[in-house]
């Protein structure tokens, strides 16, 4: 009874050895990177639009345009002659069917009209009593 005993425990530790060495795979962390596959798209159809460079809007103004990025929402960046970035977001695509448009940056009427003001104007001293 006791040889039986050893010999089914030797026998299911054969067995686990056997398995756990004849299964493992061995996974290396060096390989080498497959090259991407080929774009399988038919550009021979496709028409570039070519847009002509028109006139800015404001050519004379108090700011300069930075970035402009169209589509449904468009981004502008604006700087201002003193070097303040403004950010402006124009939403057309709202369900109000009405364009909105956001600041992205605290906005207030200082900002606006030192904005406004040109920088040739001189600033009027305070008149003081003596």
Known sequence: MRNKRMFKTFSV??????????????????????PPAEDATNDGNVVVEET?????LTPEGNAALVDDFGGNKQLITVTTKAGNYFYILIDRANEDKETAVHFLNQ???ADLMALMEDEQTTQEQ???CT
């Open 13 to 34: 530790l054969c067995a686990a050895l056997v398995l756990m060495g004849g299964f493992s795979v061995t996974a290396f962390a060096q390989g080498t990177d497959q």
């Open 52 to 56: 002509e460079d028109s006139p800015a």
């Open 107 to 109: 906005v207030d009427e």
């Open 126 to 128: 305070p008149a003081t």
